[in-house]
């Protein structure tokens, strides 16, 4: 199946400073990807939709300007988290469908534990 | 809104019982329903899925069988093994949004040799 690479799969930052999460699709071309928030022993919450080329799109009640979404290729797409909080602490999932569409195989990176200290 | 709820977790099991993990969605229009499974300290994988009402999707023994009058879609196995041990995630993708899942809550499994 298709491969979704996530880099880094830990980081620990201090508060007030920002990180940026990568999400690649590496053998195949993602005009859609997915980024997910994944609480203990809880569900994902899915956080946007980043689109290639456009601005993403945030669900309700996820802060746009906390949470910078970056599409900028077909194959990469990047989460920063600015001016980090402890309560941002989470571990971070980003999906794409591969082929495109509502029916089709979510394929997942193996996640970013973030811890802020 | 979309939503899904499963059964709370943990299930604790003894290997070769027999399987079921409840899911229950609400939605507008027609959605696609998923079966997805995170191992320890792996990534989200598809375990099997199902497009239509009536469907059965089913994979590694596990089934699951689209049921639109219950909006149901419940997980089954006939005889678990200690590899099935894993969170279980229900999911549903509406085909008016784009492709995107929304989750259900994640169901613990724990099968005991």
């Known amino acids: 199946g298709a491969v979704v690479s996530q880099h880094p799969s830990r980081v620990i930052c201090k508060s007030g400073t920002s990180v940026k999460i990568e999400c690649r699709s590496l053998?195949?071309?993602?005009?859609?990807m997915f980024w997910y928030r994944q609480f203990p022993k809880k569900s994902l919450m899915l956080m946007a939709t980043?689109?290639?080329?456009?601005?993403?799109?945030?669900e309700q009640g996820v802060e746009k300007d906390k949470f910078l979404i970056n599409h900028a290729s077909l194959t990469l797409s990047t989460l920063t988290v600015t001016s980090a909080h402890p309560e941002d602490s989470s571990f971070y999932i980003c999906?794409?469908?591969?082929?495109?569409?509502?029916?089709?195989?979510?394929?997942f990176g193996q996640g970013t534990r973030l811890t802020v200290v | 809104g979309n939503s899904v709820t499963q059964m709370e977790g943990p299930v604790t099991l003894s290997e070769e019982a027999f399987l079921t993990i409840n899911c229950t969605y609400t939605?507008?229009?027609?959605?696609?329903l998923f079966w997805y499974v995170q191992y320890p300290g792996e990534g989200l994988q598809l375990l099997l899925k199902?497009?239509?009402?009536?469907d059965k999707g089913s994979n590694k023994g596990f089934e699951a069988t689209y049921r639109k009058e219950t909006t149901s879609f419940h997980l089954e196995k006939g005889s678990v093994q200690v590899s099935d041990s894993a969170v279980y995630f229900c999911?549903?993708?509406?085909?008016?949004?784009?492709?995107?899942?929304?989750f259900g809550q994640g169901t613990e499994l724990s099968v005991k040799p």
């Open positions: 999906s794409a469908r591969d082929p495109v569409g509502p029916n089709t195989e979510a394929f």
């Open positions: 053998d195949f071309q993602a005009t859609t």
């Open positions: 980043s689109n290639e080329g456009s601005k993403a799109t945030y």
């Open positions: 939605a507008t229009g027609y959605p696609s």
């Open positions: 199902a497009t239509k009402a009536d």
């Open positions: 999911a549903l993708s509406d085909n008016n949004q784009g492709g995107k899942l929304i």
